[in-house]
């Protein structure tokens, strides 16, 4: 049943939960996060003071409750529309793209530091053979 079915007082009444569970049985789809937040939170007409205090519990409260289930990326949907396997290697598949989107982020800030230590060890020896010129000049004089 819609949210927009449900009056204001009802809505009241209602834990952020049972709202996150309408909201995504409206949707008929998995949702990010801080979207399905957002829309929780405009349902229950929250201020943004409120919406502060509420964020960190709301997620917790997810975690928690066996109808909700995260896909990974910070994606949550209903539990009950997806087999156990389908859930894990959707996970799995997007716990590997992080993996792999990480390691090339280190690989890169690694060769990154690499030519960086490299000049380094190149201007100490420029200082090197100039200060070795600076003392053949005085010794000629």
Known sequence: MAVKNYTDEQIEKMSMLELADLILTDEKSEMKFLDLFNKVAEAKELTESQKEDLLARFYTDLNVDGRFTTLGSNVWGLKKWYPVEQTIEKS???SRKRDAEEKALRDEFAHEEDVSEED???DEEKEY?????????EDEE
Do not use: I, P, S, T
Request: proline fraction near 0%; charged fraction near 45%; aromatic fraction near 6%.
């Open 129 to 137: 053979q100039d200060y070795d010129d600076l003392q053949m000049g």
């Open 120 to 122: 380094d060890e190149d």
């Open 92 to 94: 799995l598949a997007e």
